[in-house]
Nanobody, 123 residues
């Protein structure tokens, strides 16, 4: 099994930037396709971005395309999400997830989840 731990959330001004990290332990990160999801207040959890095992292919929700960048460093067992031009609607708890299916946007196809990191946006 792999354990995931997110960090890097916090309070950011609208238009600002933030980088989230997801540290993996227990098994090599390279074993898994990875993704970020988020859950805003009063909303369902939604797909944000996904990345292939070696980081060559990335996938994004339309709402974040061009503003967010997913990346991974398998040597460091860490997944990243760079958030730029942050908007109030980006405020949410962000979760990293690991699973076998590259590019999946479906929650139930991810077997392992972190505890989440909160992103709060001030306007």
């Amino acid at each position: 099994q792999v354990q995931l731990a997110e960090s890097g959330g916090g309070l950011v001004q609208s238009g600002g930037s933030l980088r989230l990290s997801c540290a993996a332990s227990g098994r090599p990160l390279s074993t898994y396709a990875m993704a970020w999801f988020r859950q805003g207040p009063g909303k369902e959890r939604e797909f944000v971005a996904a990345i292939s095992w070696r980081g060559i292919t990335t996938y994004y929700a339309d709402s974040v395309k061009g503003r967010f960048t997913i990346s991974r460093d398998n040597a460091e067992n860490t997944l990243y999400l760079q958030l730029n031009s942050i908007q109030p609607e980006d405020a949410a708890v962000y979760y990293c997830a690991a699973g076998p299916y590259q590019g999946s946007r479906i929650e139930r196809e991810y077997s392992y989840w972190g505890q989440g990191t909160q992103v709060t946006v001030s306007s």
